[in-house]
């Protein structure tokens, strides 16, 4: 299982991998395999917000669900897991906390967030931004021709820009797709569609 | 040898100072209580502060000493000094991190030396994220650092 308890062996480089995952897809999957190729990390870690603090969830797609689909994608593959820190958190889903609750457990991992170039740019509207930016390193999934904004110049030590493929689907898309009954095949692990249908997953009209 | 008319003055100074001290001071508690004032905390914020940071400066547990450490940074307190003693004491390698984070941020040439001092001593991350930070911070310094400690090429050449 790749579940993780998020304790134990030290000197770790670990991506965390943050997100709503609503639901994850193709996208997610690739960007995360190229990464962790590129910046050596022993694994990465998904961990699904229970409620996103920055944008509305659409859908109502319950944490559960999209834990269990994250579950379902990366089963069998030892350097990803997916981590229940941030679902089983009474607390919102603030980057800050999750960081510090895996250091409280792991001083010694070397922790890099993974982020989207847009996600980024607006880093500076999340809670306590400064301290996580001393705190971990972040690898940016950028496109050509994405520019950082200039505030982040002092901190570029540890920003990092990942040589990424740029994959043209979202979770949107997927959503969307699902509402018009269009197929979603390919787009996301087989066992994640299948766990959209069984459940129901996104049919509802916005 | 003070004059009898200064004492009198200094001493309805006095008096009247600690008369208006003490009627307005619980006015201002009873006022703050009531929440129909917040000027006491004008006064207090920055005790509160310090005696916070200091808590966790000071904590049995790393990771409040590491939100120690990125509170000076953030209230722009930084003791070079004590950071650099601090690098020294700590133990884990977050905490570490965080030091040279922000010692990269305001030190100039001392901070080289320091790392002259340490390099050598240091865990690989660490002296990875020393690298990163000369070649970041201090460009011009980065090929006599890296002959000096004998730095891996391949760290000098990626991210």
């Known amino acids: 299982m790749n579940q993780i308890r998020l304790e134990g062996e030290a000197h770790l480089k670990v991506g965390i991998f943050g997100g709503t995952f609503n ?14 190729e590129e910046f050596n990390l022993d694994f990465i870690v998904f961990i699904p917000t229970k409620y996103p603090v920055h944008k509305e969830l659409e859908d109502n797609v319950s944490a559960e669900h999209r834990y269990q689909m994250i579950r379902l994608a990366i089963e069998g593959v030892d350097y990803f897991k997916v981590s229940r820190l941030e679902i089983d958190r009474e607390k919102p889903s603030y980057t800050i906390y999750t960081v510090e609750e895996i250091l409280q457990k792991n001083p010694d991992w070397e922790l890099f967030f993974i982020i989207g170039y847009d996600a980024f740019n607006e880093i500076n509207t999340w809670k306590e931004w400064k301290r996580l930016l001393m705190t971990i390193d972040f690898i940016i999934m950028k496109r050509p021709g994405d520019v950082l904004h200039k505030r982040f110049n002092k901190y570029m030590s540890r920003i990092h820009c990942a040589k990424n493929p740029v994959i043209e689907v979202s979770s949107s898309i997927i959503r969307d797709r699902v509402r018009n009954g269009k197929s979603i095949k390919y787009l996301l692990p087989g066992r994640v569609e299948q766990y959209i249908y069984k459940h129901g997953l996104y049919k509802s009209e916005r | 040898m003070i004059s009898k008319q200064k004492f009198i003055r200094i001493a309805f100074i006095v008096c009247t100072s600690m008369a208006a001290g003490f009627i307005l001071g619980k006015l201002l508690v009873a006022k703050t209580v009531s929440g129909s004032t917040a000027i006491s905390f004008f006064i207090t914020q920055p005790l509160y ?13 790393p990771v409040e000493r590491l939100t120690g450490y990125c509170a000076l940074y953030e209230l722009h307190i930084i003791d070079q000094p004590f950071l650099f003693e601090r690098y020294k004491q700590e133990e884990n390698i977050a905490s570490k991190r965080v030091i ?60």
Do not use: C
Request: aromatic letters at 12%; zero cysteines.
């Open chain 1, 23 to 36: 639901p994850v897809h193709i996208g997610h999957l690739i960007n995360a395999q190229f990464i962790r």
């Open chain 2, 49 to 61: 502060m310090y005696s916070a940071i200091n808590n966790k400066l000071y904590s049995n547990n």
């Open chain 2, 100 to 159: 040279l984070n922000i010692l990269a941020l305001y030190s100039g040439k001392e901070l080289l030396h320091f790392f002259d001092e340490v390099y050598d001593l240091s865990d690989k991350t660490l002296k990875k994220q020393m690298v990163k930070i000369v070649k970041h911070h201090y460009p011009e310094k980065l090929d006599s650092f890296a002959q000096k400690h004998k730095v891996d090429a391949q760290w000098i050449h990626t991210d």
